[in-house]
Each structure stands twice: as structure tokens, then as C-alpha cells.
């Protein structure tokens, strides 16, 4: 015999999956996820090759050591002869050149290049590699010596606390973005489910029904554990097409750190599920009309608003402040406060858990609290139950 | 024999006392009728029995053992404002409803598909609640009382809006389970159904009880009725001021009388003669609406 858990949490998934809300849902999120990891990459395939003039002459070793530099920037390199300075000069500023070379010991931009693009990636990289190599001839060293420099490896790095590891080094921004809206998409569109389905069965008076067969609790227990379920489902539904696509297309979003905070993603939207489904789950208890639904609901989603507007604000300035810090910890905010810091590299896999701990402990405190709440307001009905009136009993 | 046992159910609102002390017990093998006015007590007490309200003071017992969650699995229950998922089909409801009362899958499809056909509407199984009519989600409520094969049947107002081949079908229904051994409550304000349909009453006021026994005993005890209709004298004028006789009702010229006892019916007859003809002049048995009014009374 199935138990009543599995048998109201099966119904939650069957009537969920078979909803058009979910079905048009998860092909909107999965619009979204496709456009934020296709969109960036499809510049890739198309960049034109760097044009560099030429004044004066450059050796073919210094011709190659440019291909070799502009090659580790992702680019490519059109030489274009110029007869003089001058000349040069003009088509930078015409925008046929992006750089010039004079005498092979001077490089010239029309304007300093932005930091991160690919051309800034190219003339940094020509720069260090053309000093480098006008200070091995300068030094005069032996074809041996020269490899033997080009050759070296950086010095092994030691840390005073081994067993404690960032887990990420760099940004992964754009991963924790995206991953932010989902969560908050996902996190909004499954709590107001919990809060319409108890409403619901207290307005249709099924609650009684089931009641009658079900203790509150094992009727809880299942309403959340299949709405989660479904949440997982199409969660995971998302990151296989996620990670699917993003391999397909090479896609930056899901290389180097990314999974990681992808990860961190998932495992805080499983735990933000868990901590405000139960405080959903109390407030569709105490109401069974569709406005006191909605009177309730703006009230409920501030902390989510709040975390999710926080975390945003911090993935765009790169920055954790204090006060984020701090809400890294909170239950509440947690789940968007927390992957930000894994994708920003600022938290460490101690307090990591220690924030998956906190949260964790708080929910079945809530959860308890909730239960509790909702075996008193289910079968109250006439006007919205007043939450003064059934948690001072809910001890 | 199954019995279902109320001891000294209190319950209080605050200030309003919904049940007070309230005892009273509904043997197995016959339909008892749960008779009260609105505000009585009688939803509460319903409630009790399926954990569905707390209570401040009294037991309920099933077969001399408290109730707990096992045996409520075994019990039917029809609340009075319905309670089915609108937008889920029949069918699926029912067996949903099944397996919580702990039946296997292939069992709770099997008694769905019996039920409805039982009940008339076998052809909604796959329809929505939402889009079936009135009566129809009537009789859906009562399969879903009876799909998983309940030992007590509690039904709040089961007859409440449905037209008389509804009112037919469901009460067929329950003298069935009453008669193949289901212990069978149920709440109503239509007193003539009750009287046809049940075997036996309670009756409660402000959570107490007033009266209860067999509707046999309860409809021959206490005063004599005679129905008389006297040609010409259609307010009954004639019986105003004989002593000891109580007009009870006055309809379409038929006057229905209570005797007090020590009255000789002789003398009644002869003033009815003294003024008319007399066509109609009947013994009759205590109504059950006038068992509930004097109770009240």
C-alpha cells in the first residue's frame, strides 16, 4: 500500500504536469535559459581578424610572436604594410587599423581599449609578448637560454590553510544571474501554487474529505514534498538543457567556475523550496477567497523580492557588501544571497554549510510552526483567519 | 454489533457552547436520523467524530475503543457544503479518495466504477466535478463516502437540494448499508425524508440532547392525534373551545388534533356532528415534525 504522503503528493504532480500553467511555463524558462547562453556566443564565429599596420619593417620571428599573441586572445591578425607614420595614424583613427606597430618597438591605439574586450585581450598580450622578446635580444642570451626562459612554469603556491578552499576564483556573474532570475521565477511560481492549492481546498471544503482519512501533517508533508518534486523536476529539466545547449553552442556561461555556481544554484533553490513552502503552506490555510489570496501574497514575497533585488544589485557591482554578507545567512534571503557569493568567489565551502545548516534547522522550525498554524485555520471558515488567532494556540 | 458511541461531547466557541455534554449512540443495521434546529450542534458533533474539531471535554468510541486515525480510515464521511476537487475528473477522485482510506489501486477503480453506477452516474467518471449538475455532484459526494467500503457512514444533510428520483436514490442507497450491517448517521432538515428513511432519531438543542429512541416509539407516544374534517368548516371553528383538544394544524379543511388524555374521543366526534357533516374523523400517529417541535417546545 502506497502511504498517504506518496499518494497526495503523487495527485500534486499529476494535476501539476498536466496543468497548462506548467507546461507554458517551463517552455518560457527554457526561451529564457536558451537566449542568455546562445545570444553571447553568436558574435564567435564571425570576428574579423585584427588589423595591425606595419611602419618600418618587423622580422618574421616578431610577426609570428603577434599571430602566437593575438591567437591567446581568441583573435586573429590581417598585417597591413604602412608607408608612413602618418599614414598610419590616419587609418587608426579611420578605424581600418586597430593598431599600429612603428619600427617594431612602438605600439600605438587610436583610443585605450575597454578592459575586458577582445581587443584590449590582443594589444595587451602583443605588448608583453613583443617586450619580451626585444629583452631576450637585448640580453643576448643563447637560443637554449631563450627557450629555456620562454619555458618557465610558475612557482607552486602554498596556503596557510590548506583545507580550506574558495570555490570559485574568479566570477562566474552572468551564470549567477541567470541561475538568480530562475530561482526567483521558480521560487515565486511554486510557492504561489502551495498558497492557491490549500486555498483551495479549504474553499472547495475537500479538506474536510481528506481530513477525515489524512492527519494535517502527512497532508502537508505531501502537498509540498510533490509541488517540490515538480520544482526539481523542471529545475533539472532546465540545467540538463542548460548544460546541453551550452556545450553545444561553447558557450562561456557554463565553462570554468560556472558549474559550480550553477550547482550552488540548485542546492539553494531545493533549500529556499523548503524553508518558505511551509510559510506559504500557513498562509493559504488562513484564507479561502482568491483577493485574500492576493492581499496576502505581496506581503509574503517581500524577503524574496528583497533577496532576489540584493543579489542583483551585487552580481552587477562584483562586490559583496556587509550587509549581504549577513543575508548569505538568513534563511529568508539566503538562497539568493549565497549562490552570488560562490559566483563572486567570496565564501568558502565551511560557510557555505554553514549557511545550508542555518537554513536548514530554521526550516523545521518553520515547518512545525506551519503545521501547526494550518491544522488550526484549515477548517475555520467564513472570513480570513486573523494569524494572532491560531498561533498563540500553536504551541 | 458495530456501535458508535458519543460520551459527554463538549465543545465551546468561546463564549458559545456548540455541545454540551452531549451523549448519545448510533447502533449498526439502521438508519439514524441526526435532527436539530440550524445552530443545534449537529455539524460540530459530526466533526467530532472525525477528529475534524477539538473537543473540550467527552470521548467518542467505536465498538467501545476511542477513535484514532485507524479506524476513522474505516469510516464515510459527507461534509454538508461539499467537498471534491472541482477540476479533478470523477473517476480519479474517487479512487484518490479510495487508496487515502487505504485501498490498493485496482480495488479503488473497481468500487469507483461500481459506486457510480450504483448511484446513476456512471457515464461522469470522466468528467469533471466541476461540470456535472448539482445532483450529480451530490451522488459523486456520496460515492466518495461510500468507495472504500466505510463500517460507519456520517452524512451531513446528504438529502439537501436534490429532486425526489435523487432523494429516492441516495436513501435506497442508505438503507442498503444500513441493512448489510453499516452503521448510518445522517443530518437533515426534511423531516418527512427522515421519518420515511430512518428507523431512529436524535434530536439536539444548543448542543444538548432532547430526544432520541425508535421513530416507531417516538410517533406513538404522548398525546392521541385525530384528523377530522367536518363539511362547511374549513378553520375547524367547531373544536376551538372544547376542552382538552388542541388544534395543531389546520389544512385544505382537515384538522389535525391533539387529545389530552382523559378525553373521551366520543365527545370530540359528537361536537364535529354538531357542526356538520363529519367525512373524515382518523387516529393518527405523531408526526416526526411534531416529535421535533415538541421536543424544541
Redo the contacts between chains.
Sequence with gaps: ??S?VG??AA?EMR?RFRGRVFRVGSLLMLAAVGAAIVIPTLGHGKAEPQSVGVVGTLSSPRRATVVAAANSAGTGVRFVAEPTESQAYRDLRSGRLDLAIVDGSELVVETPPDGSSTIAQFVQAVAQALGYDQAVDAARLSPAQSAALAGAKPLPLRSLQPGVTKLTTKTAGTTSAVGLVLVFLMLTQYNTWILIGVM??KS????????????PMRLLTGKVLGIGLVALAQAGAIVVFALALGEGVGSDLLHGTAPVTLLSTLVWLFLGYAFYCWVYAAAGSLVERQDQVQSLAFPLSLPIVFGYIMAITTVASGNASLLFKVLSYLPPTAPFAMPVMVGLGQVNWLEFCASALISIVCTVGVARLATAIYRRAI?R?GRRVKLRDVVGLAH | MALLELEGLTRRFGLLTALDHLSFSVPAGQVVGFLGPNGAGKTTTMRAVFGLTDLDAGTVKWNGTPVGATQRRRFGYMPEERGLYPSMLVGEQLEYLGRLHGMSGADARAASRTWLDRLGVADRYGSKVEALSHGNQQRVQLAAALVHGPELLVLDEPLAGLDPAGIEAIGDVLVEQARSGCCVLLSSHQLDQVEDLCESVTVIDHGRLIVSGRVDDLATAGARRLVVRVEGDREAAWARDLAGVIISEVAAGEARLVINEGIDSDAVLQAAMAAGRVTEFVFQRRRLSEVFREALA
Design positions: 500500500m502506497t498517504d499518494l497526495v495527485r494535476e483551495e481546498e472547495s471544503r475537500v479538506i474536510e474529505v481528506l481530513l477525515a482519512a489524512v492527519r477548517l471558515t
